[in-house]
Nanobody, 129 residues
C-alpha cells in the first residue's frame, strides 16, 4: 500500500532553516509529481510547493518563493523541502502528497489539492524565538 512518511520538523528560530523529508513506498515514486502542503493552527490546508516526477521543474506558492526549495531523489524514493529564512508564519503541520499525474506545466495545477490521492501524516514545524 502507498505510504508517505514525513520527518525533519521541529523548532527553529526566525531566520533559521529546516529540511523536511518524505519517504515514499508502495508505488512507482519516479512516475508521479509530488507536493508539499501545510496547515497552520486554525487555518485550512495550503499548498506550498510541487515538483515534476523527474524533478525537472518546480513550483512554489508566493508565500515561500525564494525561501523554500523542493527536490527529490528518485533513487531513494524521497521528497525534500529545504526551508530557509523561516518566519513565524511558517509554523504549521507540513504534509507531503502524491499527485495523480506525472507532470503538468502550471503552478495552478499543483496548487489544486484535489489533484493528490495520498497524503502523509505530517511533521510539525514551529518557528519561534
Amino acid at each position: 500500500q502507498v505510504q508517505l512518511v514525513e520527518s525533519g520538523g521541529g523548532l527553529a528560530q526566525p531566520g533559521g532553516s529546516l529540511r523536511l523529508s518524505c519517504a515514499a513506498s508502495g508505488f512507482t515514486f519516479s512516475s508521479y509529481a509530488m507536493s508539499w502542503a501545510r496547515q497552520a493552527p486554525g487555518k485550512g490546508l495550503e499548498w506550498v510547493s510541487g515538483i515534476y516526477s523527474d524533478g525537472s521543474d518546480t513550483y512554489y506558492a508566493d508565500s515561500v518563493k525564494g525561501r523554500f526549495t523542493i527536490s527529490r531523489d528518485n533513487a531513494k524514493n524521497t521528497l525534500y523541502l529545504q526551508m530557509n529564512s523561516l518566519k513565524p508564519e511558517d509554523t504549521a503541520l507540513y504534509y507531503c502528497a502524491k499527485g495523480t499525474f506525472s507532470s503538468y506545466s502550471g503552478s495552478y495545477y499543483y496548487a489544486n489539492l484535489g489533484n493528490y490521492d495520498y497524503w502523509g501524516q505530517g511533521t510539525q514545524v514551529t518557528v519561534s524565538s
